[in-house]
């Protein structure tokens, strides 16, 4: 996916592109709103992550400009002020959700998909492979005719998987994608989503292997 | 609020009371007035009568050669009747003789000239008025000073004046209750300004620091001018610890993301155990200090805002509604499912920013404990009061601190692995409170908490 991304702190820009990176998503980012809006007019986004305060204004300028011009690109706020009546205020200007700094990556892209299943037709990022296609924003799975509505952490799990075919995962990387930091995870429950996941791409040519003390690989066969 | 002022004494009453006072001292006073000057009259018309009387005796005496001879007229004593039938007493002296009437009757000094001398005296057991006047009668060979007394009790004359003092009586308490009327309605009238300005002031709302722009008496212009000024002042430096905040905020924040951001993206990339470890522990670290902060201001703004409830209609399950919408995708990540059942629309009087901030601390606690795959449900009812209950399908609550849980910061001994300050029963309590309801906890008999929101 290809975000547009306004922050004027550059050091948390960097962080948030680099970790976006990870997942394979394209970021332009931008400091300022005036250089927002010039990105705006030359790209197309799937969706902007947009911070409030800004040097050359306030995002609710942009968020209301943004808006009157027709433009239905998404708009994820990351907001540094946690009080309820802002929040109110940002989605009545047209924002499509809001997220306190600090946040949690796996929880931005949920926000993500679920912003982009709202808009429903805009987005269309489909990862095929091996005669398997995923639509992660509707966390489709479609092996020729036949099509499965994936639980959201199968759905995790096969688009880390999709994305790095021939990459060894270990247990623990896995597990700290799926599950929250404060969750008491065991190792199993990783294998229980593997298990799963087998059964759903047996009519498929890829494979899930095993490789014992290191991880887990998709293969295509 | 607790604070109360410091009162000394009560315009009202200050003002009632002066008019009032006036009142009841001017009525005492035209009371007087008027019954002197009325008992003035009645005692010149008493007056004018006996000197007519006395008159008409002393132009009767004649000086015969044997002496004084008084052949004194009948009117001189029937203009004297009255009413009240008083009775006259005369006394007529010849020199120091006396020739006819009572000789015991108090006598004043009278010129010679016939000038009338009046004078008040006791007699016979009876207030009297008489009236005096001599007269030198000239003979060929005597000069005889002959004085004439007449008096008269005063039986009528008290009767008129009591008759007047009732009527005045009457007049000024007449006036006196008048007064009293008038009084109260100017304090009313007076006061109503100030009255209708602590109105206005009251039923602002805890963000409005506006100035008064309702039109006030002269006399409140300065009050009301420095109350503007403190109220701009407060707005100021209110609007200043805002932005204070918001920066403060946005300056700790923003470097947490960027730790979290770089923590996150490492962890991709890291291998050994003990550097994931150490990794994990900075992302929780974050997470708590960062959520303990957003509950501790959320807090602080409920406590401020339950004093001034700013309450709307609302539909309690459109916002609960909109609160799954906002949820669902943390929900998904734990492909827990938020379900919502209601029976159509049930109308309600809230603040909608507390109610949102309460009901969403109830989830999101559900959240934290329920496992994974599992159903979230809320059910909105509308008899006998509205209220919802969160119910998860979680461990439930521990029985015996089940009474403890909404106190302030006190956590379920069963969320040692769980991050959260703890403050989230305790705000939706607050907020439940405020709304006159009230938040219960129970425990599901097929398992699972449940958390009762009643308004």
Request: with cysteine; aromatic share 4%; hydrophobic share 45%.
């Given at each position: 996916?290809?975000?547009?991304?306004?922050?004027?702190?550059?050091?948390?820009?960097?962080?948030?592109?680099?970790?976006?990176?990870?997942?394979?998503?394209?970021?332009?980012?931008?400091?300022?709103?005036?250089?927002?809006?010039?990105?705006?007019?030359?790209?197309?986004?799937?969706?902007?992550?947009?911070?409030?305060?800004?040097?050359?204004?306030?995002?609710?300028?942009?968020?209301?400009?943004?808006?009157?011009?027709?433009?239905?690109?998404?708009?994820?706020?990351?907001?540094?002020?946690?009080q309820v009546s802002d929040r109110i205020s940002l989605l009545d200007l047209?924002a499509?959700?809001y997220?306190?700094?600090?946040?949690?990556?796996?929880?931005?892209?949920?926000?993500?998909?679920?912003?982009?299943?709202?808009?429903?037709?805009?987005?269309?990022?489909?990862?095929?492979?091996?005669?398997?296609?995923?639509?992660?924003?509707?966390?489709?799975?479609?092996?020729?005719?036949?099509?499965?509505?994936?639980?959201?952490?199968?759905?995790?799990?096969?688009?880390?998987?999709?994305?790095?075919?021939?990459?060894?995962?270990?247990?623990?990387?896995?597990?700290?994608?799926?599950?929250?930091?404060?969750?008491?995870?065991?190792?199993?429950?990783?294998?229980?989503?593997?298990?799963?996941?087998?059964?759903?791409?047996?009519?498929?040519?890829?494979?899930?292997?095993?490789?014992?003390?290191?991880?887990?690989?998709?293969?295509?066969? | 609020?607790?604070?109360?002022?410091?009162?000394?004494?009560?315009?009202?009453?200050?003002?009632?009371?002066?008019?009032?006072?006036?009142?009841?001292?001017?009525?005492?006073?035209?009371?007087?007035?008027?019954?002197?000057?009325?008992?003035?009259?009645?005692?010149?018309?008493?007056?004018?009568?006996?000197?007519?009387?006395?008159?008409?005796?002393?132009?009767?005496?004649?000086?015969?050669?044997?002496?004084?001879?008084?052949?004194?007229?009948?009117?001189?004593?029937?203009?004297?009747?009255?009413?009240?039938?008083?009775?006259?007493?005369?006394?007529?002296?010849?020199?120091?003789?006396?020739?006819?009437?009572?000789?015991?009757?108090?006598?004043?000094?009278?010129?010679?000239?016939?000038?009338?001398?009046?004078?008040?005296?006791?007699?016979?057991?009876?207030?009297?008025?008489?009236?005096?006047?001599?007269?030198?009668?000239?003979?060929?060979?005597?000069?005889?000073?002959?004085?004439?007394?007449?008096?008269?009790?005063?039986?009528?004359?008290?009767?008129?004046?009591?008759?007047?003092?009732?009527?005045?009586?009457?007049?000024?308490?007449?006036?006196?209750?008048?007064?009293?009327?008038?009084?109260?309605?100017?304090?009313?009238?007076?006061?109503?300004?100030?009255?209708?300005?602590?109105?206005?002031?009251?039923?602002?709302?805890?963000?409005?620091?506006?100035?008064?722009?309702?039109?006030?008496?002269?006399?409140?212009?300065?009050?009301?001018?420095?109350?503007?000024?403190?109220?701009?002042?407060?707005?100021?430096?209110?609007?200043?610890?805002?932005?204070?905040?918001?920066?403060?905020?946005?300056?700790?924040?923003?470097?947490?993301?960027?730790?979290?951001?770089?923590?996150?993206?490492?962890?991709?990339?890291?291998?050994?155990?003990?550097?994931?470890?150490?990794?994990?522990?900075?992302?929780?670290?974050?997470?708590?200090?960062?959520?303990?902060?957003?509950?501790?201001?959320?807090?602080?703004?409920?406590?401020?805002?339950?004093?001034?409830?700013?309450?709307?209609?609302?539909?309690?399950?459109?916002l609960?509604?909109d609160?799954?919408?906002r949820?669902?995708?943390?929900?998904?990540?734990?492909?827990?499912?938020?379900?919502?059942?209601?029976?159509?629309?049930?109308?309600?009087?809230?603040?909608s920013i507390l109610l949102q901030n309460?009901?969403s601390?109830?989830?999101?606690?559900?959240?934290?404990?329920?496992?994974?795959?599992?159903?979230?449900?809320?059910?909105?009812?509308?008899?006998?009061?509205?209220?919802?209950?969160?119910?998860?399908?979680?461990?439930?609550?521990?029985?015996?601190?089940?009474?403890?849980?909404?106190?302030?910061?006190?956590?379920?001994?069963?969320?040692?692995?769980?991050?959260?300050?703890?403050?989230?029963?305790?705000?939706?309590?607050?907020?439940?409170?405020?709304?006159?309801?009230?938040?219960?906890?129970?425990?599901?008999?097929?398992?699972?908490?449940?958390?009762?929101?009643?308004?």
């Amino acid at each position: 996916m290809k975000f547009l991304l306004v922050e004027d702190n550059i050091e948390l820009a960097n962080a948030v592109s680099a970790r976006l990176q990870i997942d394979g998503h394209v970021i332009d980012h931008a400091d300022k709103i005036e250089d927002a809006m010039a990105f705006m007019q030359t790209g197309e986004y799937d969706l902007i992550l947009l911070d409030i305060m800004l040097p050359d204004g306030d995002g609710r300028t942009f968020l209301k400009h943004h808006r009157s011009g027709k433009n239905d690109t998404p708009v994820i706020v990351l907001t540094a002020r946690s009080q309820v009546s802002d929040r109110i205020s940002l989605l009545d200007l047209g924002a499509d959700d809001y997220m306190t700094k600090p946040f949690d990556h796996e929880e931005l892209q949920a926000r993500c998909r679920a912003v982009l299943r709202r808009n429903a037709g805009h987005a269309q990022s489909i990862t095929e492979l091996g005669g398997v296609s995923l639509d992660p924003v509707a966390g489709r799975l479609s092996i020729g005719a036949r099509a499965v509505t994936l639980r959201n952490r199968e759905l995790r799990l096969l688009e880390l998987l999709i994305n790095a075919p021939g990459q060894i995962f270990s247990k623990a990387k896995l597990a700290d994608r799926l599950f929250s930091y404060d969750e008491d995870v065991s190792e199993n429950a990783i294998e229980v989503y593997i298990g799963r996941l087998r059964k759903h791409l047996e009519p498929s040519e890829l494979r899930i292997t095993t490789l014992r003390g290191l991880g887990y690989r998709l293969d295509h066969e | 609020m607790s604070d109360t002022v410091n009162v000394s004494g009560s315009l009202r009453a200050r003002l009632s009371l002066t008019l009032i006072g006036s009142a009841a001292a001017i009525a005492v006073l035209l009371f007087f007035v008027v019954r002197t000057y009325a008992a003035q009259i009645a005692q010149s018309g008493q007056d004018n009568i006996l000197e007519a009387s006395v008159t008409s005796i002393l132009d009767a005496a004649t000086l015969r050669d044997s002496g004084v001879e008084v052949d004194f007229p009948y009117v001189a004593f029937s203009m004297l009747n009255t009413e009240a039938d008083d009775r006259v007493f005369y006394a007529i002296w010849q020199d120091e003789t006396l020739l006819s009437g009572y000789e015991l009757l108090p006598v004043a000094d009278a010129p010679d000239g016939g000038d009338i001398v009046h004078v008040s005296a006791q007699f016979d057991g009876a207030a009297v008025r008489v009236a005096t006047a001599a007269r030198i009668l000239v003979g060929a060979n005597a000069r005889n000073r002959v004085t004439v007394s007449v008096a008269q009790t005063q039986d009528a004359l008290a009767g008129t004046l009591n008759k007047i003092s009732r009527n005045v009586g009457l007049i000024g308490a007449g006036f006196f209750a008048l007064s009293v009327l008038v009084a109260s309605w100017a304090t009313n009238t007076a006061i109503r300004p100030l009255e209708r300005l602590t109105h206005s002031i009251t039923r602002r709302g805890p963000k409005d620091l506006s100035p008064v722009a309702r039109p006030v008496p002269s006399e409140m212009a300065p009050l009301v001018t420095s109350l503007n000024s403190f109220m701009a002042r407060l707005d100021t430096s209110l609007k200043q610890s805002e932005d204070f905040i918001a920066e403060a905020a946005h300056r700790v924040r923003t470097p947490l993301a960027t730790v979290r951001s770089h923590a996150e993206a490492t962890l991709q990339r890291v291998e050994r155990e003990d550097n994931r470890q150490a990794l994990r522990s900075m992302v929780r670290a974050i997470d708590e200090s960062s959520r303990a902060a957003g509950q501790l201001l959320d807090h602080a703004m409920i406590t401020f805002r339950a004093d001034h409830l700013e309450t709307e209609p609302l539909d309690l399950v459109d916002l609960v509604e909109d609160l799954v919408t906002r949820l669902t995708p943390v929900a998904e990540m734990k492909d827990i499912a938020l379900t919502v059942i209601s029976g159509g629309k049930v109308s309600i009087e809230a603040d909608s920013i507390l109610l949102q901030n309460a009901l969403s601390n109830l989830v999101e606690n559900a959240l934290k404990y329920a496992p994974e795959e599992s159903e979230i449900t809320l059910e909105v009812f509308d008899v006998p009061r509205p209220r919802v209950e969160v119910r998860d399908e979680g461990p439930g609550f521990p029985p015996d601190q089940m009474h403890e849980l909404a106190a302030r910061f006190s956590r379920g001994e069963n969320a040692k692995d769980t991050i959260g300050s703890g403050l989230g029963l305790t705000i939706a309590q607050d907020v439940a409170t405020a709304h006159g309801g009230e938040l219960t906890l129970t425990n599901l008999s097929e398992g699972g908490a449940c958390v009762t929101f009643l308004l």
